[in-house]
């Protein structure tokens, strides 16, 4: 090996080696929540000017889940959540860390993760929304196992969850044929068994960014107007860049991991659309058969897309214990990782007795936080009582606190 070479494999990134430690992160469990409803393309026919042909042909996509009235990304996150650490057995209160991968989060604050952490009652959780749009999944999982290799914790939740129909343009054909709504769930724990999450990588390139836009709502000056939200893309530009970061990002787990593209038995990409993981199957010189695809009943889900491309991956048997697979995701940003796993989740048999007591916990959970809401009420009235006597008496707080 040169000097030169010795030089870059000494500073060469490996944010996401799991090599140089023996904490391994592994996923343990896993769930997944689709919105009932079904909006396939002959209903988007009856709403714009396009076709069940023109859409399939295009993008693969034959139908899209959309969220109730009733429904949220907090909703569907939360039941996601619940069903992955029923799964994977773990306690909420043993959550060391929440994130939420989303760009259609309920409020900017408080974030979608630490209403999830008030209602699962993980006590002992740091909380979080992460925003890397469609790449968001494999950031979370990123984040997670390195707080878990690190030893920092000892079990995480991340979660995929988007609502994307409540920022499309309804009268954009362009757009709001591809997108749809749902969640996904992964329950991560520290094992001292090889394998997990072996390597990831994860990129950005802010140059791009006007190709895909959602504004915040925020306004643009104090008493400006809050900004139009609804979702606008530069689909041509978007679809170029897929094309090529998805074999490249793939490639590029692979090297840092010294695996060879045949090693892998599936490989799980963003479900954008079919001709963009077409184009990485080419790029990759991969069989189709190789790629999982569900774009077709579930659209573009953005951050939930992964999780539940996994969830059915695994119902279809295409996905079993031991198979090493490789998640690759693009999107907004722009942003593009990849990560490559051995999936070894075994689901944990069903108990109703663990079932019912893990329902108990999320009651006393309501309870805990209404009487917490209830406390702060209350110890705002004794320090307002409090404050107005100091007042009257003349005396400072920080005088007080001498
Ligand atoms: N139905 C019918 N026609 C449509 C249509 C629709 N839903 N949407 C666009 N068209 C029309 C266009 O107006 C255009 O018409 P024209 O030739 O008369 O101008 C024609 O179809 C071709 O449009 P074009 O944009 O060139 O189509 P395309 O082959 O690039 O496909 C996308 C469009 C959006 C499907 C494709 O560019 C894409 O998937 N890009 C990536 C988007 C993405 O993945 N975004 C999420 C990132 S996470």
Redesign the pocket.
């Known amino acids: 090996m040169s000097y030169i070479d010795t030089i870059n494999e000494q500073t060469r990134p490996r944010s996401g080696s799991a090599q140089n430690t023996g904490c391994f992160a592994h996923v343990v469990g896993w769930g997944v929540e689709v919105p009932e409803k079904v909006l396939t393309n002959f209903d ?1 026919e009856e709403m ?4 069940d042909e ?2 399939r042909e ?2 693969g996509i034959s139908e899209r889940r959309i969220a109730e009235d009733r429904d949220s990304t907090f909703t569907l996150a939360l039941r996601a959540a619940r069903k992955a650490l029923s799964q994977a057995n773990v306690s909420p209160r043993d959550l060391g860390l929440i994130i939420v991968a989303t760009s259609t989060p309920v409020y900017l604050f408080p974030s979608t993760a630490c209403m999830i952490q008030d209602k699962l009652g993980a006590t002992q959780a740091g909380a979080f929304d992460l925003l890397a ?2 790449t968001g999944f494999i950031y979370g999982l990123g984040m997670a196992a390195a707080q878990i290799r690190t030893g920092m914790i000892e079990h995480a939740l991340v979660i995929g969850a988007e609502t994307l129909s409540r920022i499309v343009d309804w009268s954009d ?6 997108f749809g709504d749902g969640a996904g769930a992964f329950v991560l724990s520290a094992s001292d068994d090889p394998g997990g999450i072996i390597d990831y990588v994860l990129h950005s390139d802010g140059s791009g960014g006007d190709y ?1 836009v959602v504004s915040s709502g925020v306004k643009q000056t104090w008493n400006g107007e809050p900004r139009r939200q609804s979702l606008t ?1 530069n ?2 530009e ?2 170029r860049f ?1 094309s090529r970061v998805m074999s490249q990002g793939t490639q590029e787990v692979l090297g840092m991991a010294g695996l060879k593209v045949d090693d892998i038995d599936l490989i799980i990409p ?1 479900q ?2 079919i ?2 993981i077409k184009s990485a199957a080419r790029g990759l010189k991969l069989p189709m058969d190789r790629f999982y695809v569900n774009i077709d009943r579930y659209g ?1 889900t ?1 951050a939930a897309s992964i999780p539940l491309a996994i969830a059915d991956a695994v119902e279809d048997g295409r996905l079993k214990p031991n198979d090493k697979i490789v998640l690759v995701a ?3 940003g722009l942003t593009w990782g990849a990560l490559v796993m051995d999936w070894a989740v075994e689901p944990t048999p069903r108990s109703h007795l663990r079932e019912a007591l893990r329902e108990s916990w999320y009651i006393l959970a309501s309870i805990r936080s209404l009487l917490r809401r209830l406390w702060r009420v209350i110890e705002a009235i004794f320090w307002r009582h409090d404050k107005s006597k100091h007042l009257e008496s003349g005396r400072s707080d920080d005088e007080d606190q001498e």
């Open positions: 988007l714009v000017d396009t076709s023109w859409i295009r993008t749009a469609c054909r362009s757009t709001c044929v591809l895909l893309m689909g041509q978007v679809y897929a963003h954008a659309n001709r963009i573009n953005s693009f999107g907004a």
